[in-house]
């Protein structure tokens, strides 16, 4: 069922798939990454609501989410969307930028999550997640009104995986891209918790794209080394759009961290 969630000075378009099959197991809330809105669970949200109640939702400014117009923090916004749909606990599935976003509310309220599947994730108070080059040649595109440069730079850094014409890859990625710049005089970064991540005490699996960028391969090694009893996968036919490359492989880790 689509609703809307009120979040501090705004509002976010959410879907709950409901209560979930009788005896299934905690609900689960997905993340979407940076780089594409909450379409990027579609390949893998049938099997998972097969066994527990999902919850997604669109961070501000990306997919049917009005653009921010207030200060706001990705990990608050979060937080109510918990209260909207009564959830004290829930699992947590996020992807690059939603990864940092459920790493930052479990080690800030820990009781309310039940576990941590991390794809692909970011995490604040990492300094080197992003290649200076392609960070530098981002600006220019967008100092230069390019968007077809910048789908281009993307897909080349984050979608190398891909072949053809990829044309899924460059929909999300072209559909995530106004959404960098509308929001980023509002967005106000949470906490660093890369130092804080051996304080995490909670069940957690991480994947890794064994084609993504560099940078992002590193920050994962580091994050599961950090983590206590952090299950790292590495998926070799992935970069930075798990769900997309190997469905069936993340929803099967998806379910089995959710499990334990």
Excluded at 133 to 160: Q, S
Aim: hydrophobic share 45%; aromatic share 4%.
């Amino acid at each position: 069922m689509e609703t809307t969630v009120r979040v501090k000075g705004g509002e976010v378009w959410a879907d709950d798939s409901g209560e979930g099959p009788a005896g299934g197991g905690v609900p689960l809330v997905l993340l979407h990454s940076g780089v594409g809105d909450s379409r990027i669970w579609d390949p893998v949200l049938p099997r998972l609501a097969e066994r527990h109640r999902v919850i997604r939702y669109d961070v501000r400014g990306y997919g049917r989410s009005p653009a921010a117009t207030v200060k706001y923090s990705l990990m608050e916004d979060l937080v109510a969307v918990l209260d909207h749909f009564g959830l004290d606990r829930a699992a947590l599935v996020g992807s690059s930028m939603g990864g940092a976003t459920a790493v930052s509310l479990a080690l800030a309220d820990p009781g309310r999550v039940a576990a941590l599947a991390l794809l692909v994730p970011g995490v604040t108070g990492y300094d080197e997640l992003g290649s200076p080059r392609v960070m530098a040649e981002i600006e220019r595109l967008a100092g230069a009104g390019d968007m077809d440069g910048l789908v281009a730079l993307c897909r080349r850094t984050w979608g190398a995986a891909g072949s053809g014409d990829d044309a899924e890859a460059v929909a999300r990625i072209r559909a995530a891209l106004p959404a960098w710049f509308s929001n980023h005089p509002y967005h106000v970064p949470d906490a660093p918790a890369f130092g804080r991540l051996g304080e995490l005490d909670v069940p957690c699996l991480l994947a890794l794209g064994e084609q993504d960028q560099p940078e992002v391969v590193r920050c994962n090694e580091e994050m599961a080394a950090r983590i206590p009893g952090c299950r790292l996968v590495r998926l070799p036919g992935s970069d930075h759009l798990p769900t997309l490359r190997e469905p069936e492989t993340v929803a099967g880790l998806v379910l089995e961290v959710c499990a334990g």
